[in-house]
């Protein structure tokens, strides 16, 4: 190799790109490429690492419009119900699943026969408010009528024999403070009224 070997190119003279037919664009953007051709011989740079993606946001993104098609869970319709559409429907409704159609979703809701026409007139105010909370398309409401849930019967306690209302006065008795003993009072009646069997 020749010494002229390492010599960078000459770099030509305004001059003489105008003779060559070159623009004076022409020659400022040559002029400027070798510049930064020697600057980046100067340069020693590491590449920047970059990370790659979180694989949760990728699949979100695939996966959001599948979803909103699919609809809501119905568990969590169930955990939100009464937020959802209010005390009064959460009441006497109940989300059971939500089904596709060619239109929407299908929200199908257990309901009291008594109910039903109830939830039939608020059928686009419910609807308004699933979409609303959930993000999705549901078009139209599915009634099952089931009977009414079987209420438990309220217990009320037999009140204490004469006996027993006797005895604990007589244990009570050394008692000073009146508010301790009408409290203890009250806590040995209920206390009492709940060993007895029958």
Partial sequence: MLFEDYLPPAIPTKAECWQEGFMATDWKAWQAEREAEERLKQVHAKPVYRPAKPMGAAMNRALRPILKMAGPAPETLQSRWQEIVGLRIAGITEPIR???????????????????????????????????????????LKLIQTAPPKQLALVIPRPLTPEQRRELVQNLAPVQSRAIRDALAGLGEAILTGQRKG
């Fill in 98 to 140: 939500v089904a596709r159609s060619k239109d929407g979703g299908v929200l199908h809701l257990r309901v009291t026969s008594a109910a039903a026409p109830i939830i039939q007139h608020a059928k686009d105010h419910i609807l308004e408010r699933v979409n609303l909370a959930s993000g999705s398309k549901i078009t139209s």
